[in-house]
Every structure is written in structure tokens, then in C-alpha cells.
Nanobody
Framework: VQLQASGGGLVQAGDSLRLSCAAS????????MGWFRRSPGKEREFVAG????????AYADSVRGRFTISRDDAKNTVYLEMISVKPEDTAVYYC??????????????????WGQGTLVTVSS
């Protein structure tokens, strides 16, 4: 069971970025998938989540309207599209999987599998 996050990097405020999270060794189709982030000196926080059928999504207030989570179960991959990024979006971004299928839970304790994280740095 493995999740591999990628796509992070150094960008300027206002830029766009797309993160990917590819699963291997298992199928994500029956899992809620989420993105979390940890900024320097802060606790890990929920960013976005998507239900197993892709119908429902949830976002943190700080990113709603700027970030979009999506999934491609055929590719076994989840994405996080980030637009109009801000310096406060600087963090290590983690993807995670929750056994729950139909409800996006925002607490990290419910997520069973985690990727290794990808660093996003937004300069002002």
C-alpha cells in the first residue's frame, strides 16, 4: 500500500500548481481521498477531500474557491489543482486515504494511509 505525492515546487504568489497523488499496490476507488498540509510551526490541517464516487467534495475555508480536488480512479490518482496561490499556502502537502466511502471527514485520525508529502513553497 503506497501513496506517492508529487508536483510540489517553488512558485510565486498568484501562480497555479497541480499536485498528484498516485496509489500503488491497491485501488483507491472505494476510499475517500484527502489532501492535508503542514506549514512551518503549525499543526497538520485538512485541505480538501473527495468521496469514493467523486460526487462530493469538501474544502477548508482558506482554500475554497482556489483549490480543486479531483480523482481519476482509472489512473488510481488524486489531484489537487491550486490557483491563485498565496504565501500562506506554503506547506508540505500530504495525500491520504480514508476507509470511509461516502463522507469526507476532515480529521486526520480517520485517514489510514498517507503519502510521503510534497513541498509547496510560495514566494511573495
Amino acid at each position: 500500500v503506497q501513496l506517492q505525492a508529487s508536483g510540489g515546487g517553488l512558485v510565486q504568489a498568484g501562480d497555479s500548481l497541480r499536485l498528484s497523488c498516485a496509489a500503488s499496490g491497491w485501488r483507491i476507488s472505494n476510499y475517500v481521498m484527502g489532501w492535508f498540509r503542514r506549514s512551518p510551526g503549525k499543526e497538520r490541517e485538512f485541505v480538501a477531500g473527495i468521496t469514493g464516487n467523486g460526487v462530493r467534495t469538501a474544502y477548508a475555508d482558506s482554500v475554497r474557491g482556489r483549490f480543486t480536488i479531483s480523482r481519476d480512479d482509472a489512473k488510481n490518482t488524486v489531484y489537487l489543482e491550486m490557483i491563485s496561490v498565496k504565501p500562506e499556502d506554503t506547506a508540505v502537502y500530504y495525500c491520504a486515504a480514508d476507509h470511509e466511502r461516502v463522507i469526507v471527514r476532515t480529521l486526520s485520525k480517520f485517514y489510514n494511509y498517507w503519502g510521503q508529502g510534497t513541498l509547496v513553497t510560495v514566494s511573495s
